[in-house]
């Protein structure tokens, strides 16, 4: 008979190889009462978000009306973890020519910003997650935005054609947002300019 060591053959809990358990508690505007459809959306967002930090193991689950609770077993690194999991989004849309970061603009220009993510375990060892991401870190003032999220009004999904089977995210922008991308873009037409 053959024996396997028995660290590799159960799984163990927080309880055991320790790791990260958190309870996130969501609030309402004004202090309104979340409904159940928006907190099964963000524990859906939170779980996608655990996901892409390659754990194995992990729990996302809703607690009760207003909390999710988050476990990673094996995770050493929670400030880590929790940064990307409760970090709000933040769409931009900025002129190219307007960043004054040399080396962002190239990146920005020749594509070149994959960039491999790690987790590491229990032990302080980093390994690599099944993707890649697309990261650029572009600090603050160095560009200029000309439309932000706060000027979209509504978002949908959709084909991106009748004839595609590709999708397409589309955008509704509000009448200041419409009137400075379309100024952006007749300024930019003649000279091949590109918003990022």
Known sequence: FMFTPPQEKINQGLDIQGGL???????G???????AEDMEKSRAIIESRVNSLGASEATVALQSTD?????IPGLSEAEEALAPIGKTG????ARLDSFTDEAVRTKIE???????????????NRFP???QKLTLHVDEGTYTPIVTGDDIERVTVGQASEASTDYAVNLKLDSEGASAFAQATKELAPTKGQIV
């Open 29 to 35: 505007e004004d202090g309104a009462a979340v409904s």
């Open 110 to 124: 020749t594509g070149q910003y994959m960039e491999q993510e790690s987790v590491t375990d229990a032990m302080g």
């Open 129 to 131: 997650t099944s993707e």
């Open 90 to 93: 933040k769409l931009e849309f």
């Open 67 to 71: 909390q999710v609770l988050v476990q």
């Open 21 to 27: 358990s958190v309870v996130l508690t969501a609030k």
